[in-house]
């Protein structure tokens, strides 16, 4: 490795200048950034299914267009971090990233089938894997040490915020919409398709008006190989108990499944799809609300420690929903405790993952390794999601939440063999 990587024995913790305050322009101005960004991409994700119906697209290039896109972010932020570590240039990438977000509402709005919504959602989520670990780096280091699980609580509360309003403004847009005389019945679609633009410009603006970058010098003998190879042992180990959790950490729209199936018997499809989409955004205002207090608890008794907790609550999520099928639960009350834990979990999950990263790599790598937490996460949880759903049609339910505890049960040991700095 290059001699200034070599002579770089600080972490990522000990940079000499930093604001005081944690809540300063720079973590508000993210936190506004993401909350509109969600706003734009949340408000497509609840009203595709929809709009692929109208099209006469079959449900299965709907889920092969998603996973395509959630494994093209997945692995583009593992190099956005190594350019932004090797040009110094992290500010104007997350501009872009932003930037190409609403690009992707426009060819969805203006797509009339498949292939150009494909390459819609590439742009969209292209634009979200180049942003997400430079942000995060930005954040880390616009505020101290002693700080960083408040200003990351906000930060995800925040972002969570834009994720509970977005597919809310994004039904009621589409009712508001469907009211108009239409020729073509996709028509309310792309109407709601265009209005999302709308935030995703603002969070362009945000993060350009309010977000300052802090002091980060280019290392432009950074090597991608060589530099992956010189990460810590420590934050190796990390990384492999993230990714065995992350194989079992299923994608909560199984939960939402989940739901719907156990609560139909009881009231018919559609109202039990009702409840359980109703569920689901209960989760969301689970997590916002648990972000900031989560953060500030992290602050006090350490991130990792508390980041354990988290996986045993993600452990316990799946221990309740084998629980579930095993005795046909079909009460509502019974069901929102689940998705209740599920908030709780994510909430710490996504709040401390970045900050426990933070404490074990050195400042001149820190959005590369956020680039590899991405991608572990992000590849995980494809194939969590591929594992657990074919489990669920192969065999049943019960197996497949059953092998989604044990996973992430492993992962979660494997945490606690961490040793903290």
């Not at 797509?111 to 670990?133: D, N, Y």
């Not at 010098?217 to 990460?231: A, G, M, R, V, W």
């Not at 980041?307 to 221990?319: E, I, R």
Request: aromatic share 10%; charged share 10%.
């Amino acid at each position: 490795m290059n001699e200034r990587a070599n002579s770089s024995s600080e972490t990522a913790d000990t940079q000499p200048t930093k604001p005081q305050g944690w809540l300063n322009r720079t973590v508000i101005g993210a936190g506004l950034t993401s909350a509109l960004g969600d706003f734009c991409y949340e408000t497509t994700t609840v009203i595709l299914p929809g709009f692929f119906a109208v099209l006469g697209i079959p449900a299965a290039v709907l889920g092969t267009i998603e996973g395509i896109a959630d494994a093209l972010a997945s692995y583009t932020k593992m190099v956005s971090g190594y350019f932004a570590d090797k040009l110094g240039h992290r500010k104007l990438l997350v501009l872009v990233g932003y930037g190409l977000t609403p690009v992707g509402q426009v060819l969805l709005a203006l797509a009339p089938g498949w292939p150009l919504i494909l390459l819609g959602r590439l742009v969209s989520w292209f634009g979200k894997g180049l942003r997400g670990p430079l942000r995060d780096a930005i954040v880390i280091q616009a505020v101290t040490p002693a700080t960083r699980g408040r200003a990351f609580g906000f930060h995800r509360a925040m972002d969570t915020l834009g994720a509970v309003i977005g597919p809310l403004l994004g039904v009621a847009l589409l009712g508001w919409a469907q009211a108009w005389p239409w020729d073509d019945p996709s028509g309310p679609f792309r109407l709601v398709l265009w209005l999302s633009i709308i935030p995703g410009a603002l969070a362009v603006l945000a993060f350009l008006t309010l977000v300052k970058d802090p002091e980060h010098s280019p290392n432009p003998e950074l090597k991608f190989f060589q530099t992956l190879k010189d990460l810590p042992t420590r934050f190796k180990r990390y990384l492999g108990a993230v990714g065995l959790f992350g194989i079992g950490d299923f994608s909560h729209s199984l939960l939402i499944l989940a739901a719907t199936q156990l609560l139909t018997g009881s009231m018919g499809v559609m109202q039990a799809a009702q409840i359980a989409g109703l569920l689901y955004v209960g989760r969301n205002v689970v997590q916002v609300a648990v972000s900031y207090p989560v953060g500030m608890l992290a602050d006090r008794l350490g991130s990792q420690p508390l980041l354990v907790v988290g996986y045993g609550l993600g452990t316990l999520t799946a221990a309740l929903m084998v629980l579930a099928f095993w005795v046909e639960v079909n009460s509502v009350a019974a069901l929102a405790v689940v998705f209740f834990v599920a908030g709780l979990y994510v909430a710490v999950q996504e709040a401390l993952e970045s900050t426990v990263t933070a404490d074990m790599v050195s400042a001149d790598t820190l959005a590369m390794s956020y680039g590899a937490l991405g991608t572990v996460n992000g590849t995980a949880k494809f194939i969590s999601s591929t594992l657990v759903g074919v489990l669920w049609t192969a065999v049943s339910p019960v197996v497949a939440f059953t092998v989604a505890a044990l996973l992430m049960l492993a992962g979660t040991l494997a945490l606690t063999r961490i040793p903290r700095k």
